[in-house]
């Protein structure tokens, strides 16, 4: 997507270093824009912990270039042992986010059956740079199947203009290009639908007033910064048309973990019957889980909570505490979204409901014993 008009993706080989990849450090936007460079698995591995990079997309295409790193650096005769060590290492980085673990695995398989470390290396590149353009086309096709979803809606409306709510970010930036929650978006405004969205700010890490607010900003969509609590209210006020959501796992049975506080905005949907999308590409479908309750849901620092961190009027930025000194502060930083509040997901062969029969029905190649 755009950048003060100049296309990105988050994540790329260095066109000059090929042994070096380029990321954005997210943690510094919307007030900087700064690329760092990846040139090794424990770089990769603190980029994903420290959420340089973050969102269940681009963790994945992280974990993937980690595993090419990996193997720069790994010796030639252990070379197989070495990566299994570093993707055990990378999969500990966050533990929510299925793409993570995906992406590894994908790399151990496509190398698995080759001796020459020459060759791994080859293959492991090869591999990550397709996990990203997978990501990137994945997200593109999404929003080609979300877009439907805006159009009935607007076309059913007096005044046209569709009103959409999303938490936290599942835009670009939590991916490789394009975004899950936010391509459709993308592609109803290419389609000239008006449109405008109720961002969350996403406390505690404000993934909404930064990163959302920044990319839409960037795209020339409209929108709104609200509190996480604003949802409801609006809802009831006939103010949201639609709601759409990211995932970082859903089971294959249509219960989906995302950014805490997910659930809450499900329940006002229900109550208020207003449709909730979720919008993701099969690579955070966890085929081995059959309910929400088992996904490990990620326990951040309460400092994340008793402080804020943002740009002051001199330009730097700055981390302030908002909350008594000794206080005890616990950040569960996912929540887990019953597939019963869900109205359907939105992947990237099509729209589909939240529940086994119709999953497994989209992704046959997927069964499993457990299905
Ligand atoms: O903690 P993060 O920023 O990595 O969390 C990910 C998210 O931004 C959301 O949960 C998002 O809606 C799903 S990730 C595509």
Request: one cysteine or more; a neutral charge; aromatic letters at 6%.
């Amino acid at each position: 997507m755009n950048v003060n008009g100049k296309h990105y993706r988050t994540i790329w080989v260095d066109q000059e270093d090929p042994e070096s990849i380029e990321i954005i450090d997210q943690r510094l936007l919307p007030h900087r824009f700064e690329t760092v460079k990846l040139q090794t698995v424990e770089q990769a591995h603190k980029a994903i912990r420290d959420m340089l990079v973050r969102g269940a997309g681009l963790i994945g295409a992280t974990a993937g270039y980690g595993m090419y790193l990996a193997s720069l650096s790994a010796g030639s005769k252990a070379i197989h042992n070495d990566l299994r060590e570093a993707g055990s290492f990378l999969k500990s980085a966050r533990p929510t986010a299925r793409n993570l673990a995906w992406a590894v695995d994908r790399i151990l398989a496509k190398v698995g059956h080759l001796d020459s470390s020459t060759e791994i290396r080859k293959t492991a590149l090869t591999a990550a740079n397709l996990i990203a353009d997978e990501d990137a086309q994945f997200c593109r096709q999404i929003g080609e199947h979300g877009r439907s979803l805006i159009e009935a809606i607007s076309s059913k409306k007096a005044h046209k203009r569709v009103n959409i709510l999303t938490h936290c970010n599942a835009g670009w930036l939590a991916f490789v290009d394009y975004g899950s929650a936010t391509a459709p978006i993308y592609a109803a405004r290419d389609a000239g639908i008006d449109l405008h969205v109720w961002v969350d700010e996403t406390r505690p890490w404000n993934q909404g007033a930064k990163l959302t607010c920044w990319e839409l900003q960037q795209e020339g969509i409209s929108h709104t910064l609200i509190t996480d609590n604003a949802g409801g209210h609006l809802m009831q006020h006939g103010e949201v048309d639609m709601v759409i959501v990211g995932s970082d796992r859903t089971t294959y049975t249509g219960d989906v973990a995302n950014k805490i506080g997910t659930y809450l905005k499900a329940l006002a949907a229900k109550d208020n019957q207003v449709p909730f999308y979720v919008a993701l590409p099969s690579s955070t479908f966890d085929w081995s889980l059959d309910r929400g309750a088992a996904i490990p849901i990620e326990m951040r620092s309460g400092d994340e909570i008793t402080s804020i961190t943002g740009q002051t009027k001199s330009g730097t930025i700055e981390t302030i505490r908002i909350a008594p000194e000794s206080v005890v502060a616990a950040n569960y930083g996912f929540d887990v979204t019953p597939a019963r509040l869900v109205s359907a997901l939105i992947t990237e062969r099509g729209i589909v409901k939240a529940d086994k029969t119709a999953i497994r029905k989209m992704f046959p190649e997927k069964n499993s014993d457990k299905l």
